[in-house]
């Protein structure tokens, strides 16, 4: 992995951006010596994890198919509060 300057990264952006995808390297950002952020590829299709459907076709290959015969657990309330608020 290569560590890259914000300025560098600034002024270079769209290089960086293409070698990093032609080359399948990820590179750090640095601001002052410290890593600040990663630019990364994007995972190729054939790598994608599959969808939901298929998942759901695998499981009922493996374990048969889906019955309603089973009663759910009641469901609780939940309170949602901002992670920021103390």
Do not use: N, Y
């Not at 640095?30 to 969808?51: D, H, M, Q, Y």
């Amino acid at each position: 992995m290569q560590a890259i300057g914000l300025f560098e990264a600034k002024t270079k952006f769209s290089e960086i951006c293409e070698r990093v995808a032609a080359q399948g390297v990820a590179v750090v950002v640095t601001r002052r010596g410290k890593p600040l952020v990663k630019i990364e590829p994007i995972p190729s299709s054939r790598s994608r994890p599959a969808s939901v459907w298929d998942r759901r076709a695998e499981f009922e290959k493996r374990h048969g198919r889906f019955t309603e015969d089973f009663t759910l657990p009641p469901r609780q309330r939940q309170t949602w509060r901002h992670p920021l608020d103390d």
